[in-house]
């Protein structure tokens, strides 16, 4: 557990600080324009490593492919402290979500070999702590790192985490996997990375980069749906397909799966737009709105870790509900408190959004989780976290196009009011994802966690090769 800690909160710090240093980081480098850039390519990265990275933990083994994680996501920050413009800055955040990749759902998939139904609570309320101390050390850290000395010091912080997560995994994590031979589904992997990269692309430089009427723009949208509609054709096809979208036609996994897509945009676009809201229409400093997002990732690990007392005794179903149903009085509080940017105001919306998604997130995973055997797990848990990753970065894409254009509609950066205008769209946008992640929740289906609903899926077990000895 102390391994797992240590290297989750990797990513709980790394999706906190930066958010708050976004005005510096454009400060010094420039490129305004590309700033949503720097989370949609590490969460674009981070997407379209996932279902690799989940189909080697159920061949190979979880531990392995986790290092690789841990050691990438290290060498990642050491060369963004380096960036010297925003075009590198991006690179190297692409390699950064490259080894979130890999951290964020091997480290569930774990939790979930580790520990029971019953105990799963528990042992997530230890994750969600490390989100806890990280939703008030990061953004606090990033706001007087940008405001006092330099924004670069942000990924120097991820070094002396990511060398105890090395010794940590190495000394205390084992595990004894059935080794085979395997076929690597490279070609799935590369369709499923055009299609995605090629509708995010459209959607973020469409109306900025070129008109949305233009060759570039229709081009990149065609290759993209596409590409991502001959996707499941691919993978039927596929001896060992990365990513088996017949699991998804199971209720439980699909459903849970469209919860995650939901709540991927929703978060995402709180955690990426709020700090720049903040700076930007209402003249607060750096520190100031890094401890006002802070409340979201505070309320998140808060409601997660009294989830299980929740499903445990009224189901799955009716715990993502009622997270779901919170999360979207935050969200609509967000789009109605928008015309005026306080910070205290901001603060109590995003607990609220982040209580009602922790709520949402964590039933909704483990349920989909204590639905298969150890051989299914890193797929399942990679398939939900591969949904959330998608939504974060295709909601980031749309926030971001929506603020582009109306910022530079309205005058642009300098004109308080037109930035407060188009803030109040992205917000109206974050509302409608939090209606879709309710409406998704509500697809659930019905029964206690010890219901045949929730029972785990009975698979053929594939033929062992005899033993040449």
């Not at 090395?166 to 299609?195: M, Q």
Request: with cysteine; net charge neutral; charged share 10%.
């Amino acid at each position: 557990m102390m391994a797992l800690m240590m290297a989750t909160g990797l990513m709980a710090l790394d999706a906190t600080v930066l958010a708050t240093a976004v005005p510096s980081v454009v400060a010094d480098l420039g490129e305004f324009h590309q700033f949503p850039w720097l989370f949609s390519v590490y969460l674009l990265a981070q997407a379209v490593s996932v279902p690799v990275y989940s189909k080697l933990a159920d061949t190979i083994g979880r531990k392995p492919v986790l290092m690789f994680g841990v050691v990438l996501f290290g060498v990642a920050s050491v060369l963004a402290m380096a960036a010297w413009n925003m075009t590198a800055l991006i690179v190297f955040r692409v390699l950064q979500g490259l080894g979130a990749g890999a951290i964020g759902p091997i480290t569930m998939t774990v939790v979930g070999d580790l520990y029971t139904v019953t105990e799963r609570p528990k042992a997530q309320g230890y994750i969600a702590s490390v989100w806890a101390l990280s939703s008030v050390i990061g953004p606090a850290l990033g706001g007087l790192f940008a405001q006092y000395a330099s924004w670069r010091l942000i990924f120097a912080v991820n070094i002396p985490l990511v060398l105890v997560a090395i010794w940590a995994l190495g000394r205390f994590y084992h595990e004894d996997v059935h080794r085979r031979r395997h076929r690597i589904d490279y070609l799935g992997t590369v369709v499923l990375t055009v299609g995605l990269t090629a509708v995010i692309l459209a959607l973020l430089e469409g109306g900025s980069a070129w008109e949305w009427t233009s060759w570039q723009s229709i081009a990149s949208f065609a290759v993209g749906i596409i590409a991502l509609a001959i996707f499941p054709a691919v993978e039927r096809r596929a001896a060992e397909p990365v990513l088996d979208v017949a699991i998804l036609r199971r209720r439980l996994i699909g459903t849970t799966t469209v919860v995650s897509l939901a709540v991927g945009a929703l978060m995402t676009g709180v955690t990426s737009f709020v700090p720049t809201y903040l700076v930007s229409a209402a003249g607060e400093t750096p520190v100031v709105s890094g401890v006002a997002i802070a409340a979201l990732t505070l309320g998140w690990p808060l409601a997660s870790s009294i989830s299980g007392r929740i499903y445990l005794r009224h189901g799955f179903r009716a715990t993502v509900v009622l997270g779901a149903s919170i999360a979207v009085l935050g969200a609509f509080g967000l789009l109605a408190t928008g015309p005026w940017p306080s910070p205290w105001t901001v603060a109590v919306v995003c607990f609220v959004i982040g209580f009602g998604l922790g709520w949402t997130a964590v039933p909704s995973l483990v349920a989909a989780q204590a639905s298969v055997d150890w051989h299914e797990r890193g797929l399942v848990t990679g398939s939900n976290m591969l949904a959330r990753s998608v939504g974060s970065a295709v909601g980031v894409a749309v926030y971001g196009a929506i603020a582009n254009n109306l910022i530079v509609a309205g005058g642009g950066v300098e004109n308080r009011d037109g930035v407060v205008t188009a803030f109040i769209w992205v917000f109206g946008a974050v509302a409608v994802s939090a209606v879709l992640t309710m409406l998704a929740a509500l697809r659930m289906p019905h029964g206690a966690v010890d219901s045949d609903a929730y029972a785990v899926s009975t698979v053929e077990p594939e033929p062992t090769p005899a033993n040449p000895r």
